[in-house]
């Protein structure tokens, strides 16, 4: 039984996760020398767990920005340097201007002519990091070279690189750091915010600097990554035969999402190295092995959700799904991706009135810690 799966080559992840939450919560694949954890219980144990680190990237034979910018990363790094990514991420969220998402998707869709579009290539890989980009001030050529060019860098987090994935990460890596950190340095409020973040923790100016800058492309990597992932999954839920509701209705698209968010994530698990000797489920895992915690199927749990397999977006606590993550490592943007999530649904059934599915076998990236589809064909007539 292999834990470690392309969700290119599995049609359907939750009868695996099912039958693991029923037989083995808590499995040792022997094969990857990797703890793989799929109960809601053991997932949230280890997500809060004060001894299981975020493992470092490998870094192979990055070049000098690429190092940098995975060294300094919010999510791949723990301890005191982890606080200082953190404060950073969230004064960049404060600052995020109100930007107008439709304003975001009319341009979008300005430039397609077409009755027939594939929503993930004109709308997810574009929209969340367009929107964070123009919220942050960043020019639009900055803006269009940084999301023209993010994709190679979604490699940075994975642990299995190939040589080229390094070269694409090294050829891209310096022009990104560089327009970043030329962006930073025009405005005022960075300047000050990083001043005060270098002296607070007793580092140096331009080590703060660095992780600032790092920090960015963080956020633009996994808004292109997971943005991209919610907003596929989600319209997908609306097609749904089983799902009937009124597709103009805000609210209603909101809790849509939020049911998607447990029932068909974009990320369906992250990884974490055990500091220490750690306690679960009477196994001991040991110092320095990985764990795969199954974000996905926690979700699925029933011991946390009745009746999991049902999609349901009128269950009390479908805002309980561990997407997200929980504890010191989660999520920034819950409520910048839900809420960008509901904008561009919304957006879309209001502008046209008559939107179909054209594909009706949807396949996805041969990544192992994320669902997203390749494609997702449809048809739009006003
Ligand atoms: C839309 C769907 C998204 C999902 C499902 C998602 C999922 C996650 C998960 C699971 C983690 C925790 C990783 C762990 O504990 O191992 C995380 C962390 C993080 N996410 Fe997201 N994310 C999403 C969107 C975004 C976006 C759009 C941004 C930025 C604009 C973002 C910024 C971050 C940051 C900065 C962290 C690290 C927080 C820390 O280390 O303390 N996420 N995300």
Same mark, same amino acid.
């Given at each position: 039984?292999? *834990?470690?799966?392309? =969700?290119?080559?599995?049609?359907?992840?939750?009868?695996?996760?099912?039958?693991?939450?029923?037989? !083995?919560?808590?499995?040792?694949?022997?094969?990857?020398?990797?703890?793989?954890?799929? !109960?809601?219980?053991?997932?949230?144990?280890?997500?809060? $767990?004060?001894?299981?680190?975020?493992?470092?990237?490998?870094?192979?034979?990055?070049?000098?920005?690429?190092?940098?910018?995975?060294?300094?990363?919010?999510?791949?790094?723990?301890?005191? =340097?982890?606080?200082?990514?953190?404060?950073?991420?969230?004064?960049?969220?404060?600052?995020?201007?109100?930007?107008?998402?439709?304003?975001?998707?009319?341009?979008?869709? =300005?430039?397609?002519?077409?009755?027939?579009?594939?929503?993930?290539?004109?709308?997810?890989?574009?929209?969340?990091?367009? *929107?964070?980009?123009?919220?942050?001030?960043?020019?639009?050529?900055?803006?269009?070279?940084?999301?023209?060019?993010?994709?190679?860098?979604?490699?940075?987090?994975?642990?299995? %690189?190939?040589?080229?994935?390094?070269?694409?990460?090294?050829?891209?890596?310096?022009?990104?750091?560089?327009?970043?950190? %030329?962006?930073?340095? !025009?405005?005022?409020?960075?300047?000050?915010?990083?001043?005060?973040?270098?002296?607070?923790?007793?580092?140096?100016?331009?080590?703060?600097?660095?992780?600032?800058?790092?920090?960015?492309?963080?956020?633009?990597?996994?808004?292109?990554?997971?943005?991209?992932? #919610?907003?596929?999954?989600?319209?997908? =839920?609306?097609?749904?035969?089983?799902?009937?509701?009124?597709?103009?209705? %805000?609210?209603?698209?909101?809790?849509?999402?939020?049911?998607?968010?447990?029932?068909?994530?974009?990320?369906?698990? *992250?990884?974490?190295?055990?500091?220490?000797?750690?306690?679960?489920?009477?196994?001991?895992?040991?110092?320095?092995?990985?764990?795969?915690?199954?974000?996905?199927?926690?979700?699925?749990?029933?011991?946390?959700?009745?009746?999991?397999?049902?999609?349901?977006?009128?269950?009390?606590?479908?805002?309980? $799904?561990?997407?997200?993550?929980?504890?010191?490592?989660?999520?920034?943007?819950?409520?910048?991706?839900?809420?960008?999530?509901?904008?561009?649904? $919304?957006?879309?059934?209001?502008?046209?009135?008559?939107?179909?599915?054209?594909? $009706?076998?949807?396949?996805?990236?041969?990544?192992?810690?994320?669902? #997203?589809?390749?494609?997702?064909?449809?048809?739009?007539?006003?």
């Amino acid at each position: 039984m292999s *834990t470690l799966f392309l =969700q290119s080559e599995i049609k359907n992840p939750y009868s695996l996760y099912h039958k693991m939450l029923e037989e !083995s919560p808590m499995y040792w694949d022997e094969s990857h020398k990797i703890w793989a954890v799929y !109960s809601y219980k053991y997932c949230t144990e280890i997500l809060n $767990h004060k001894k299981a680190y975020i493992p470092a990237v490998s870094e192979n034979s990055f070049n000098e920005y690429a190092l940098k910018i995975s060294r300094n990363l919010a999510r791949l790094s723990n301890g005191v =340097q982890h606080e200082i990514a953190k404060e950073s991420a969230f004064i960049v969220f404060s600052y995020m201007k109100n930007i107008g998402i439709d304003s975001i998707l009319s341009e979008l869709f =300005q430039n397609n002519n077409n009755t027939e579009i594939n929503w993930v290539e004109l709308v997810c890989k574009k929209l969340p990091v367009l *929107t964070v980009l123009k919220s942050l001030g960043f020019t639009d050529d900055d803006s269009f070279f940084i999301s023209k060019n993010i994709e190679p860098l979604i490699k940075i987090m994975q642990p299995n %690189k190939k040589s080229e994935d390094i070269e694409a990460i090294n050829a891209i890596s310096e022009k990104m750091y560089v327009i970043i950190e %030329k962006h930073i340095s !025009s405005i005022s409020f960075y300047e000050n915010a990083i001043t005060a973040i270098s002296t607070k923790y007793g580092i140096s100016y331009q080590e703060t600097k660095s992780v600032f800058v790092s920090n960015l492309i963080g956020l633009f990597i996994q808004s292109y990554d997971a943005g991209r992932g #919610l907003l596929s999954n989600a319209l997908l =839920q609306c097609f749904s035969k089983e799902n009937s509701f009124k597709k103009t209705d %805000k609210t209603q698209i909101q809790k849509l999402v939020v049911e998607t968010l447990r029932f068909d994530p974009p990320i369906h698990n *992250t990884r974490r190295i055990a500091a220490e000797d750690i306690q679960l489920n009477n196994s001991t895992i040991k110092q320095n092995e990985t764990i795969l915690v199954v974000l996905a199927a926690a979700n699925r749990d029933d011991r946390q959700f009745e009746n999991p397999t049902i999609f349901d977006t009128e269950r009390t606590n479908n805002q309980e $799904h561990l997407t997200f993550g929980i504890g010191g490592h989660m999520c920034l943007a819950k409520y910048f991706s839900i809420n960008l999530a509901t904008e561009a649904l $919304h957006y879309l059934f209001c502008n046209f009135k008559n939107i179909s599915i054209l594909d $009706h076998e949807i396949e996805y990236e041969s990544l192992i810690n994320a669902r #997203l589809p390749k494609a997702i064909w449809i048809s739009i007539y006003n």
